[in-house]
């Protein structure tokens, strides 16, 4: 591969859980939202936003939903928000109707401009020596974000970030190998579970170096376990919540 | 802000849709994989493939799809796609049933993989002096594109990326400004369209710079016109195609 500072922090990149505490300098906030800023919009619609938050009491809020410790703790955060509440209102202003805005396609297309963005941030945040983790933990129970965040009807959370100095160095988390992500034309449908047998062993020596006293499982042991286990779930609110927020109504 | 040779790469991103008639390098091609490969994945589930469509008539018949010139033309042509049906195959193969591989959450985590993804490869593309644009017009109509592609059940077309050496030098476009993207623990419900007339001027302007022939349309306009009016769209087939691909079905 072709290694310049910008791929080299990419493959090297780590999700950073734990952090000095020491907030963002403004010039790093700033080069973080101008990051995101300039990422591509489907449609030039721009229909993201970039929520801060710096109040205890919200941070809190959102740690309990996450369930995780490290969220609204050292560092800052963020939430990346599918925003489609300002152009219903240039609409309305203009004497419009909402015309597709509540169309799942058009919900969709202001996610993935949320999300494009999102990464652009951590990447920012990356060259800087900074770290990072994507917070998909926060739409543990989606209507209660909604509420503690207090979101106008078309508008929808959809990923959080959690940035900071560093205070660890975690080992590189080994991925799936390329053969088995990239593909020339067509997608394999004759997957094999023994393909990935290599590869089990590679996560399972990366667990035990990590933590020799946490349970170890492989690859396929994770997948065939209790993440993807049918189970009672808030996150499962996820359409209803969609549709209280007037999106992806059709 | 910050300037290092990856955020001056962000912050002067341009969407690149026209290439010089040469492919992607094999170290190049490796560089993208390995930047999407590093990529953050939701739950450790890794749920992306990335398909590199070479087959002219493939990438004909995408080109079709999206109606647009530049795609599976000069360059090389990405589609970055919601793979569910590796980890439905190792369940199954570990004698275990489907899970929550069918709910909207897990097909949503799955998209953020893809999406995430995506951008670390064109981030990749960029920093090597490459030039991109991502494509959401593949899914003009997604029941055709999983055909044309001939996707397994519990896969999707997310987006598409198409890339290479740039034959041209656009602009940089003008995005909305940081206070209208940007918010301290709250998001305004208060918005007036009166607070876009600055930025309204400037996208005006850059549209009158890059082509003088065509049509002028301010941003609240463009919002406020066909893009999002009413229409019967082949792409509202969206939901249905996810649906019959097996994914987001509660």
Redesign the interface.
């Known amino acids: 591969?072709?290694h310049?500072?910008?791929?080299d922090?990419?493959?090297?990149?780590r999700?950073i859980r734990q952090f000095k505490d020491q907030s963002l300098t403004a010039?790093?906030l700033?080069?973080l939202?101008?990051?995101?800023?300039?990422?591509?919009?489907?449609?030039?619609?721009?229909q993201?936003?970039?929520?801060?938050?710096?109040?205890p009491k919200?941070r809190a809020a959102v740690r309990e939903i996450s369930k995780q410790s490290y969220v609204g703790a050292n560092g800052d955060l963020f939430i990346f928000?599918a925003?489609l509440?300002?152009?219903q209102?240039?609409?309305h202003?203009?004497g419009?109707?909402d015309?597709?805005?509540h169309?799942?396609?058009?919900f969709?297309?202001a996610?993935?401009d949320a999300?494009?963005a999102?990464?652009?941030a951590?990447?920012?945040i990356e060259?800087?020596g900074l770290g990072g983790?994507?917070l998909?933990s926060i739409?543990n129970d989606p209507e209660k974000l909604i509420q503690v965040?207090?979101?106008?009807k078309m508008?929808f959370p959809?990923?959080g970030l959690q940035v900071g100095i560093p205070d660890q160095e975690p080992q590189l988390?080994p991925?799936?190998p390329?053969d088995?992500?990239?593909?020339?034309?067509?997608?394999p449908?004759n997957?094999?579970?023994s393909e990935?047998k290599n590869y089990d062993q590679t996560v399972t020596t990366y667990y035990d170096l990590r933590d020799a006293n946490k349970r170890i499982d492989s690859?396929?042991n994770?997948?065939?376990g209790p993440?993807?286990?049918?189970?009672e779930?808030s996150?499962?609110k996820?359409?209803q919540a969609l549709h209280d927020q007037g999106l992806?109504l059709?």
Chains 1, 2 share one sequence.
């Open positions: 591969m072709i310049n500072f910008t791929t922090h990419q493959v090297n990149h999700s010039e790093q700033t080069t939202y101008e990051a995101a800023r300039h990422t591509s919009s489907s449609m030039f619609l721009q993201f936003s970039i929520l801060h938050l710096t109040d919200k928000i925003v509440y300002r152009n209102q240039i609409r202003q203009l419009n109707d015309g597709r805005l169309t799942t396609d058009i969709m297309q996610a993935e999300i494009l999102l990464q652009n951590l990447t920012a060259s800087m983790v994507v998909g739409k965040l207090d979101l106008p508008t959809i990923l988390k991925r799936l390329l088995q992500i990239t593909f020339d034309n067509n997608y449908r997957f094999n579970i990935l690859f396929t994770q997948i065939n993440k993807l286990n049918q189970h779930s996150r499962d996820l359409l992806a059709n």
